[in-house]
Nanobody
Framework: QVQLVESGGGLVQAGGSLRLSCAAS????????MGWFRQAPVKEREFVAA????????IYSDSMSGRFTISRDDANDTVYLQMNSLKPEDTAVYFC??????????????????WGQGTQVTVSS
């Protein structure tokens, strides 16, 4: 059974940084694209970033490009999201997800077949 467990969320002041982690189990981690999404209160879940199975391709939401960095450690079956220059509007529950292929980098959540439970990130002004 595939499991994704996020960690690293918390409360941070605006301008600060956090690094989220997502530990995966139950499938050959390096064979699949991994993504991060977020959902703020009363808003739909939105795409943040994705990384290919090989780790050589990444994509980002335009609003987060340059501030967030996605990476993966296949030896430890973990994907990371480094978040810098955080803003209050980055406050949300952040989810990691595993896609069904290693090559396609979906921006739509329908492209992902397994999801973690999420970790809360709160940015104070």
């Amino acid at each position: 059974q595939v499991q994704l467990v996020e960690s690293g969320g918390g409360l941070v002041q605006a301008g600060g940084s956090l690094r989220l982690s997502c530990a995966a189990s139950g499938r050959t981690f390096s064979s699949y694209t991994m993504g991060w999404f977020r959902q703020a209160p009363v808003k739909e879940r939105e795409f943040v970033a994705a990384i290919s199975g090989s780790g050589d391709r990444t994509i980002y939401s335009d609003s987060m490009s340059g501030r967030f960095t996605i990476s993966r450690d296949d030896a430890n079956d973990t994907v990371y999201l480094q978040m810098n220059s955080l803003k209050p509007e980055d406050t949300a529950v952040y989810f990691c997800a595993s896609a069904a292929t290693p090559w396609v980098l979906p921006r739509n959540e329908k492209g992902y077949d397994y999801w973690g439970q999420g970790t809360q990130v709160t940015v104070s002004s």
